[in-house]
């Protein structure tokens, strides 16, 4: 059995949540972090360099909790009316969803943001490593001139922070992140798990912090990847954020301060699903 850890988008909160979703499962006895293949996308690339760094779960668990060991984060308002107002532009008379990530790509590179390395200096700060796992981890973002995705791995010869940091670009709120002559923005522009890559493992966990308001996205297409898999012949298993979780989550998945209440939580949710 050759088994796959999907980690997906959800901002700070996500990335809280689905820390505590598998310190949860780990304390119950579920076997989901020695997975063959990890692929994390913006939250999840950082939840994915986390659990891959030889770092234990309840270390990093206690990094998302305690208040001495948590890291540095900048603050984002994220004004949900601006948002939808922005999005509806950008989705309005669209023909398809590789021009909109393009539109997307635009937008991101035309609102002013903190500077590159002041974002690069939190992401940093995350990781308990800097060089990439000898497990498979794939990071995923999307070039946002052309809307393309990419897969960053050990083999991308990109370095791990600035993998990570193109993933967690999320548009209009963080800078592009410039690799190699292109500027890229967060994964989840493409899909918020991009479960897909997951293709050919007998065995998938997707853990997806999304709140079902944001469902119909245009790049929130778990559903179809999750059918893709199964015909298959892939078991999949999807986690989402239960009431409880969603509570703690809050309206702002940016916000640092709901990071003990999500990862508390997560884990709770864990130790009952597993």
Not at 259 to 271: K, L, V
């Amino acid at each position: 059995m050759r088994t796959a850890l999907v980690l997906g988008g959800g901002g700070v909160a996500g990335i809280a949540w689905q820390t505590g979703i598998l310190a949860g499962l780990t304390d119950s006895g579920a076997e989901v972090l020695d997975a063959d293949l990890v692929v994390g996308t913006s939250a999840g690339s950082t939840v994915g360099a986390q659990v891959t760094s030889g770092l234990s779960i309840a270390d990093l668990f206690e990094r998302q909790v305690d208040p001495a060991l948590q890291v540095r984060e900048l603050p984002a308002d994220v004004d949900m009316e601006t948002f939808t107002a922005t999005m509806a532009e950008i989705l309005a008379g669209a023909p398809d969803r590789a021009e909109i990530r393009r539109r997307v790509g635009a937008w991101a590179l035309r609102t002013p943001t903190v500077a590159e390395s002041v974002r690069r200096e939190v992401i940093a700060a995350r990781l308990p490593a800097h060089d990439w796992p000898r497990r498979p981890l794939m990071i995923t973002a999307v070039d946002a001139h052309t809307g393309q995705r990419r897969v960053f791995d050990r083999e991308s010869t990109v370095d791990l922070v600035d993998a990570v940091a193109a993933s967690c670009a999320v548009p209009g709120t963080w800078p592009p992140v410039t690799i190699g002559g292109s500027r890229y923005i967060d994964g989840g522009v493409h899909s918020n798990e991009n479960a897909d890559l997951a293709s050919g493992y007998d065995r998938v966990v997707v853990l997806s912090p999304l709140p079902p308001e944001l469902a119909e996205l245009p790049w929130v297409r778990l559903d179809e990847e999750v059918e893709s898999l199964r015909r298959q012949g892939s078991e999949v298993v999807v986690i989402r954020p239960d009431e409880a979780s969603l509570s703690a989550m809050g309206p702002n998945l940016l916000d640092p301060a709901v990071r003990a209440p999500a990862a508390t939580a997560g884990r709770a949710q864990g130790r009952r699903l597993g």
